[in-house]
Each structure stands twice: as C-alpha cells, then as structure tokens.
C-alpha cells in the first residue's frame, strides 16, 4: 500500500503593521518617488502587504505560524521528526531558520530541520521534499514552513519592485498515512534566468559584496511566469491520472493577480476556484502558498477530501506543482 503524506494541520501569520497602497505611496512620496493605488491594483492586484518590525526575524514569523499548524494537528511538537523551512531570507547566513525554528519550538528530540532556497517556489520544493521522506519512511511528521521578512531585502528607492512584496509566514504539519495526502508532484529549475529577479549580493570577509536588494525584470518575469506553469500543473494532473475537472482549489503562488488570471485561464478554471491572497498579503515569496492556504482551510473554503493544487514560480528561475488531497 502506498504510504502518503498527508496534511493534518495548517498555520500562518502576518506582522501587524498592514501597509495599504496609499500608505506606501505617502512613504515612497517622502524619497521623490511617485506612485498609487490605482497603478499598483490594476497591474498587480494588490491593496496592502504587511511588514515585520526591525528586530522581527523569519524564524519569529515562522514560530508564530508553526504553532497554530501544530495546535490544528492536535499533535505534541515532540512528535515532528523532520523541520523544513523554505525562505530566501533567512535570520542568519547560518545556521539554518529550521534550525533556529526547532530551538524556538522547545523541540529537543534532535529531528533533522535545513532550509529549501528556491525563492517564491521554495514551498513547493519543501513540500516535495518532505512528501520523498515521508514516501521513503525516513521521516513520519513534518513541520514543513514558508516564512519571509521579504522588507529586508527590497530596494524602497525602486518603485518598480518594493510595492510589490509583503512579509509573513504558513506551515504545514504533513504525517504518513495510507489515506491519499499529496498525490504528485512537479518540479523544475532554469538557471539560465538568474539574472531576471535576484538579490545578487554576498558576505565575504566581513562586509557585503554586491546589491543585497532585490533586482528584478518584471516583464521577462510574467512572461516566463505564465508559460511554465500551466504545464507543471498538467504534469501533476497526468502522473495522478486526474484532469483540471477534478481540481476543487487552485492555490498559486500570490506574486500578481494577472499571472494567476492567466494560469486559471490555462487550466480552464474560473475565479472562484482559486484562493486569492495578493490583494491583502503582497508577494510573501516562499510564504505565499502556505499562507493561502491557510486563509483556504480558515475560511472554510478548503475542506478536507478536496483535491487541491498548488503551483509555485520564482527566482532561479525555479517552478513547480504540488497536487493533493486535504
Ligand atoms: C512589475 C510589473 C507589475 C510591472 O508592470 P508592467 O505593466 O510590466 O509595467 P512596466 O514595467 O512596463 O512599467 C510601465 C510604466 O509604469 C511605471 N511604473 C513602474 N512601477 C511603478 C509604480 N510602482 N508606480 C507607478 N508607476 C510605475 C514604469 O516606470 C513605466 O513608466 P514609463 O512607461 O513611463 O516608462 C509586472 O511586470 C509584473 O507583475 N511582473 C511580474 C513580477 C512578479 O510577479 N515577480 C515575482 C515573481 S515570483
């Protein structure tokens, strides 16, 4: 019988400072740049994003986040045996947020816990990961965590890029189960592109070599964007012998509402069936998908026996597609 990795508990969290549009613009005003409500929603989607305080690190996001997963799969934190944080903005070059997260959650059964750096697909690749060891038996319960302090790394003398991202955080707890969890799933990288959205700086002997802000060709992104993700998608509906009919919730990645029109468009699915966060979240990067479906499952929207796809795109350039059933 096939041993699936199954969600049992989802969490998110978002810092309290909430930024609209126009608080943002009044901000940006202050540095002689120009921008509004209007342009960002109608080229974006999104009305606000939330930002961490100065001394708020991902791991504290991720903490906040693991332990409503945690309290929602009703199990004791001892019991997670693998911790994977995925996040491009992490508290420290090392060691890893997972590791920082593990401390944080008093976890002292030494369960291995490493980070996922694939930028806004890193949920994707985590939850991949942890479906192999959970498949492979090597691990049972797996705290798997998006979390981003993505302020950290914007250029706010930049328009083009700094309206566009918010911080925060969603976990999953997966556990093996022999009832079906994650069906399939999908994943790709092109490192061809890495200098279309990257934040090309370094740490070497003491100080920092390179922009460590976020740089980023937002037309080459969308139109990269928007052709591989419909086809990762259809991958993971073909390996587990299902079609778009069958899909009851897309969860994208929340990058821009025009990229997510666009994919549902492809897979012949209508608005309604996708869960939208950007308008209030931003771009949270690896925190996106978690964090959206963990809005899904709080709304009541995501219930559990759903067949639910997830799909991730981002730096690297990096994609991928997770297909499940809650
Ligand atoms: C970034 C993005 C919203 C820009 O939209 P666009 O329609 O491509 O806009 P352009 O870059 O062509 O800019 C159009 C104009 O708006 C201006 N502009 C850019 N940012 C602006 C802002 N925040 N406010 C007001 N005007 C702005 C530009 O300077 C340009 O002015 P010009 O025509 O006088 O030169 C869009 O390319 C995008 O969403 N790309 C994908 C980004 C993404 O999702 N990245 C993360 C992937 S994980």
């Known amino acids: 019988m096939r041993r699936y990795a199954r969600i049992i508990g989802t969490g998110s969290y978002l810092p309290p400072r909430r930024l609209t549009n126009d608080d943002l613009a009044a901000e940006l005003a202050t540095r002689g740049l120009e921008t509004s409500d209007e342009w960002i929603v109608e080229r974006t989607g999104i ?127 997966l556990e093996a189960s022999d009832e079906p969890g994650i069906l399939s799933t999908e994943l790709h990288a092109d490192g061809s592109h890495v200098g279309i959205l990257c934040v090309p700086g370094n740490v070497s002997g003491g100080n920092v070599l390179g922009d460590p802000l976020l740089k980023m060709d937002g037309q080459a992104v969308f139109k990269l964007a928007v052709s591989v993700l419909d086809k990762a998608a259809r991958a993971t509906l073909e390996k587990a012998g299902l079609t778009e009919a069958d899909i009851d919730w897309l969860i994208p990645h929340q990058a821009n509402i025009r990229i997510m029109q666009s994919t549902a468009r492809k897979l012949k699915l209508s608005m309604d069936k996708v869960v939208v966060t950007v308008d209030q979240h931003g771009n949270t990067s690896a925190a996106s998908i978690p964090l959206a479906l963990d809005h899904g499952v709080r709304t009541g929207q995501v219930k559990k026996g759903q067949t639910v796809l997830l799909e991730g795109v981002g730096g690297g350039f990096t994609w991928g597609a997770v297909l499940l059933k809650m």
């Not at 996001?61 to 004791?76: F, H, N, V």
């Not at 059964?109 to 038996?137: E, K, R």
């Open 47 to 173: 009305r606000a994003r939330h930002f961490a305080a100065p001394d708020v690190t991902s791991s504290d996001l991720a903490l906040e986040a693991s332990r409503k997963a945690i309290e929602a799969a009703g199990i004791d934190a001892q019991d997670i045996d693998l911790i994977i944080v995925a996040t491009s903005t992490p508290d420290m070059v090392f060691p890893s947020t997972a590791a920082i997260l593990q401390n944080k959650l008093g976890i002292t059964n030494g369960c291995p816990a490493f980070d996922v750096q694939a930028v806004c697909s890193g949920f994707v690749y985590a939850l991949t990961v942890a479906d192999s060891m959970i498949q492979s038996g090597a691990a049972k319960r797996v705290l798997v965590v998006g979390s981003e302090v993505f302020s950290r790394i914007l250029d706010f003398n930049d328009r083009t890029t700094c309206v566009l991202f918010g911080d925060g955080a969603g976990a999953v707890v």
